[in-house]
């Protein structure tokens, strides 16, 4: 702790009043840590994705890809709209035989103009990369809609059906 108190102007050390106070070094390099952290997140962490996309971008299929899965894992993760908000289970490849999605919106424009029943759009994830999947239109009274979390139903997919969520533990 001396190390740093020895960078540490004497006007700002209490010692240089007559106060002794434990402590004030390891607070003092708890403070300079969050602020060295906050610096770096938010003006070299920015600097640092930035030049990584650049890179991504110069290389034509990693670019696809890449914009693709880092959509994807934005709308699962920050959920700044209703999509991925709602977790359902829906008979899919045949009946009797059920998948989890999630419900990404209803469908809107010709696709539904060409049907008689109100079509979701429903994201089906693979296992177990749940970044990978395919996007198939459900009629909306054919799916069985979760109380199960966005996150539960990732841990279940993911772990392939070992982690069982419990029943009825949606939280908002």
């Not at 991504?56 to 700044?80: A, C, D, M, N, T």
């Not at 009629?139 to 069985?144: G, K, M, Q, R, V």
Request: proline content about 6%; some cysteine.
């Amino acid at each position: 702790m001396d190390v740093v108190l020895k960078y540490v102007p004497a006007k700002y050390l209490p010692d240089t009043y007559g106060v002794h106070i434990p402590g004030v070094g390891l607070i003092l390099v708890i403070v300079i840590i969050l602020a060295v952290g906050v610096l770096f997140r938010n003006l070299a962490g920015r600097k640092v994705v930035h030049f990584w996309e650049n890179m991504v971008h110069r290389i034509p299929l990693v670019r696809i890809i890449y914009s693709g899965v880092k959509q994807l894992l934005e709308s699962f993760f920050l959920q700044k709209n209703d999509a991925f908000r709602r977790v359902a289970l829906l008979e899919y490849p045949r009946r009797g035989v059920y998948v989890i999605g999630f419900i990404t919106g209803e469908s809107k424009g010709e696709v539904q103009s060409k049907t008689d029943k109100n079509m979701m759009n429903v994201f089906v994830p693979t296992t177990p990369n749940p970044t990978s999947g395919f996007y198939i239109l459900v009629p909306a009274d054919e799916l069985i809609i979760l109380n199960m979390t966005v996150e539960d139903a990732f841990k279940l997919i993911i772990s392939g059906g070992i982690f069982t969520p419990p029943e009825n533990c949606r939280r908002s």
